[in-house]
T-cell receptor
Framework: SQTIHQWPATLVQPVGSPLSLECTVE??????LYWYRQAAGRGLQLLFY??????ISSEVPQNLSASRPQDRQFILSSKKLLLSDSGFYLC?????????FGSGTRLTVV | AQSVTQLGSHVSVSEGALVLLRCNYS??????LFWYVQYPNQGLQLLLK??????LVKGINGFEAEFKKSETSFHLTKPSAHMSDAAEYFC??????????????FGKGTLLTVNP
């Protein structure tokens, strides 16, 4: 069966520190992969999506970047975190227009 | 451009009462529509989806939604609310982003409170 792993579950980082969130998918090949951010009262915003290894599309200009070094691995990064990067980050994958979400990472930048 | 609007950021009902969460969409092509539920500090769980065919869609936990093309709506209902239904609910539409690639765009969510 297909599963999606996302870690860590919670993270507290100081302003200006780097960030790396990882997401891996099992049980499927060549999925579309997504990073969403959920900020308080603002719903879910699509940050990045990827249709294949090394292929990244950015939806909004921001302080973050994404990479897909392997077919089933999707990484969200930042070189220097801002306070405004705080939020709940969700990874997702889709095949044939069915989306499955990870359990999320709560990031607090202090 | 396609979009999703959820009317009411917060809905409060009594236990046993009807639950109605409203969703309207804008799409230039026949949409795929979804309802997701999110419990605190958890990911999203799919409640139900509409692709093609029957316009009344039944999902998990007793929820259902009806696709009404003429009204561009996909409202979520449940006849009798349970305390465990308290959560945030998101309506979403899948958009073609080029070729066979699709993105999922969400409404801003509706927080459902169930009072005893």
């Amino acid at each position: 069966s297909q599963t999606i792993h996302q870690w860590p579950a919670t993270l507290v980082q100081p302003v200006g520190s780097p960030l790396s969130l990882e997401c891996t998918v099992e049980g499927t090949s060549n999925p579309n992969l997504y990073w969403y951010r959920q900020a308080a009262g603002r719903g879910l915003q699509l940050l990045f999506y990827s249709v294949g290894i090394g292929q990244i599309s950015s939806e909004v200009p921001q302080n973050l970047s994404a990479s897909r070094p392997q077919d089933r691995q999707f990484i969200l990064s930042s070189k220097k975190l801002l306070l405004s990067d705080s939020g709940f980050y969700l990874c997702a994958w889709s095949v044939l227009r069915v989306w499955t979400f990870g359990s999320g990472t709560r990031l607090t930048v202090v | 451009a396609q979009s999703v609007t959820q009317l009411g950021s917060h809905v409060s009902v009594s236990e046993g009462a009807l639950v109605l969460l409203r969703c309207n969409y804008s799409s230039s092509v026949p949409p795929y529509l979804f309802w997701y539920v999110q419990y605190p500090n958890q990911g999203l769980q799919l409640l139900l989806k509409y692709t093609t065919g029957a316009t009344l869609v039944k999902g998990i936990n007793g929820f259902e939604a009806e696709f009404k093309k003429s009204e561009t709506s996909f409202h979520l209902t449940k006849p009798s609310a349970h305390m465990s239904d308290a959560a945030e609910y998101f309506c979403a539409v899948s958009l073609n982003s080029g070729g066979s690639n699709y993105k999922l765009t969400f409404g801003k969510g509706t927080l459902l409170t169930v009072n005893p």
